[in-house]
């Protein structure tokens, strides 16, 4: 690991000053994967600046929208424990806890979690020359090599990588708002333009400004996210990244689906939000044959690679079980 500065922020405002003059500054919070990818070579900024004393480690009501609030600061453990997320919106709860281990999750954050970056094989290893999120211009190595657990959906010929979180799969499907600060004052950015596809500037993840801080993540009231589920695949029981997971809300009226929400991992470049799939759900019958056309449908348009064809069938799979599970729910 390369050396750098270290200090310790005040108040949002010192932290963003900080880093709004020096381009090769950095925040830090929980470091969980900051600090992986300085130890590999990948990220090296010359200088990171703490924010944990920051006062954004609260989870609060919004009783003028009914919603939640989320500080960036809440860490994933206590996010995923916390009575308001459990009771209304279980699905993120679930998600929380299946990704990470405990130790990682009592130190990861929820700003964190949103800027996670991929797992892919080639971004992690600097020997490893293609890798145009890494070395723009480069190449995609994963492109022809070995691309297990890379994209299906959304992909380009830059880059295939998938985002790795679990907590953003099921932001998506709550419609979640991050709120940011930055030296030109604040903004509400919707958490499906949060991040981003790879397009031809895959070294780009999210649409946040280099010098702005994440504050808070809202979520909308929702009645119905109580009925909701997280399925996530993977190789291991724990501590591994999803190869497919998918986030499920339904709203059900007398067998009928009034109206669907879901979002897939491991699939693309970003949480998917499952918008074909949710389209053809909403009027049907809460039923298998309902979910197999949606998942269908939703897969119409994925490519697969040469190690990762069975994502396809798995994503539909995955689809129709955790729509199945909110279905029976009571």
């Known amino acids: 690991m390369r050396p750098f500065e270290y200090s310790r922020a005040a108040d949002w405002q010192s932290a963003i000053n900080r880093v709004a003059t020096d381009p090769q500054a950095k ?14 070579g990948v990220e090296t900024p010359d200088s990171l600046v703490d924010i944990n004393r920051l ?27 916390h009575p308001l997320i459990t009771a209304r919106y279980p699905v993120l709860s679930q998600a929380l806890l299946s990704g990470a281990s405990p130790q990682l999750r009592n130190l990861a954050t929820t700003g964190g979690n949103l800027l996670q970056r991929t797992r892919c094989f080639y971004f992690y290893d600097p020997a490893f020359p293609m890798c145009n999120k890494r070395k723009p211009g480069s190449g995609c190595g994963a492109l022809e090599g070995y691309n297990r657990i890379h994209a299906i959906l959304g992909q380009s010929d830059q880059c295939i990588a998938t985002h790795p979180s679990d907590m953003c799969v099921a932001l998506a499907t709550l419609d979640a708002v991050v709120h940011v600060q930055g030296p030109g004052g604040e903004r509400a950015i919707p958490i499906g333009d949060f991040h981003r596809l790879p397009g031809t500037t895959p070294n780009v993840d999210t649409n946040l400004q280099p010098n702005e801080l994440i504050t808070s993540v809202d979520l909308p009231n ?31 009226e007398d067998g009928m689906i009034k109206s669907a929400r879901v979002a897939l991992g491991g699939v693309a470049h970003k949480p998917w939000r499952a918008t074909k799939a949710e389209q053809m759900l909403t009027g049907k019958t809460a039923e298998v044959s309902a979910f197999a056309a949606a998942a269908s449908a939703e897969l119409a348009s994925a490519k697969s690679y040469r190690y990762n064809t069975f994502k396809i069938e798995l994503a539909k799979r995955a689809i129709v079980q955790a729509l199945t599970t909110v279905a029976a729910m009571t």
């Open 222 to 252: 929702i009645p119905f996210a109580t009925r909701s589920h997280y399925l996530k695949v993977r190789d291991r029981a724990t501590y591994a990244f999803a190869l497919v997971s998918v986030a499920a809300i339904l709203e059900l």
């Open 55 to 81: 006062p954004l480690a609260q989870v609060e009501e919004l009783p003028d929208k009914g919603g939640i609030r989320i500080g960036a600061l809440v860490r994933n453990s206590d996010l995923a424990e």
């Open 27 to 40: 925040f830090v919070g929980g470091g969980t994967n900051l600090i992986d990818l300085m130890k590999m």
